[in-house]
């Protein structure tokens, strides 16, 4: 079935530097992408939605200089956490939308950020 | 604004005891209705759906949620659980214009003991 793999699953960084995070739809072709964001116990928060060839459109509080998200392909959706801080950590999921059946998402495993 | 609110944030059973989870949501507009489930170390995966028709949608391993519109309310219901439904469960909506953004609750950890 389709697949949704993120990339790292785990990351630690130092405090001021950047990471990256990839989001690869598998099997399908996604032309829309979602970044969510989770913080221990708490519900799925939608950071923002990513187009192919378009710019990125973020949900409101979400710093888009901050989290600099890309979608330069079909099938591949990043998100750059730049200048990261302690307050950064969080689990990080996408989720990618089939284009081609139009109404189903899957998402991937999650990523999890530590910032020391 | 759109909001899912989720009664349980963790629930305790035995086996073989039926299962409720409650689920409301608060939309000005026509939504669709989901319930994801996620194991222990594994991704979020769709229980059910609600887009229209039957209030009463059946998914995969014997759950089943009931869409009632007066309460804005899409309750999980299993009737007998198993060890092996240990996981976080979370009810998702999203406005019936687009399947784009979901509006997740804070989900609820259930537990299963043998």
């Known amino acids: 079935g389709a697949v949704v793999s993120q990339h790292p699953s785990r990351v630690i960084c130092k405090s001021g530097t950047s990471v990256k995070i990839e989001c690869r739809s598998l099997d399908f072709q996604a032309t829309t992408m979602f970044w969510y964001r989770q913080f221990p116990k708490q519900s799925l928060m939608l950071m923002a939605t990513s187009n192919e060839g378009s710019k990125a459109t973020y949900e409101q509080g979400v710093e888009k200089d901050k989290f600099l998200i890309n979608h330069a392909s079909l099938t591949l959706s990043t998100l750059t956490v730049t200048s990261a801080h302690p307050e950064d950590s969080s689990f990080y999921i996408c989720?990618?939308?089939?284009?081609?059946?139009?109404?189903?998402?899957?998402f991937g495993e999650g990523s999890w950020l530590t910032v020391v | 604004a759109q909001s899912v609110s989720q009664h349980n944030h963790h629930v305790i059973l035995s086996e073989a005891a039926s299962l409720e989870l409650g689920c409301n949501y608060s939309y000005g507009g026509t939504v669709n209705l989901f319930w994801y489930v996620q194991y222990p170390g594994q991704h979020l995966q769709l229980l059910l759906k609600?887009?229209?028709?039957?209030?009463l949608v059946k998914g995969i391993k014997g759950f089943e949620a009931e869409f009632i519109k007066s309460k804005f309310s899409f309750n999980l219901r299993k009737p007998s659980v198993q060890w092996s439904d240990t996981a976080e469960y979370f009810c998702?909506?999203?406005?019936?214009?687009?399947?784009?953004?979901?509006?997740f609750g804070a989900g609820t950890r259930l537990a299963v003991h043998p």
């Open positions: 989720s990618a939308r089939d284009s081609l059946t139009g109404n189903t998402i899957y």
């Open positions: 998702a909506v999203s406005p019936a214009s687009g399947y784009n953004k979901l509006i």
């Open positions: 609600y887009f229209s028709g039957d209030p």
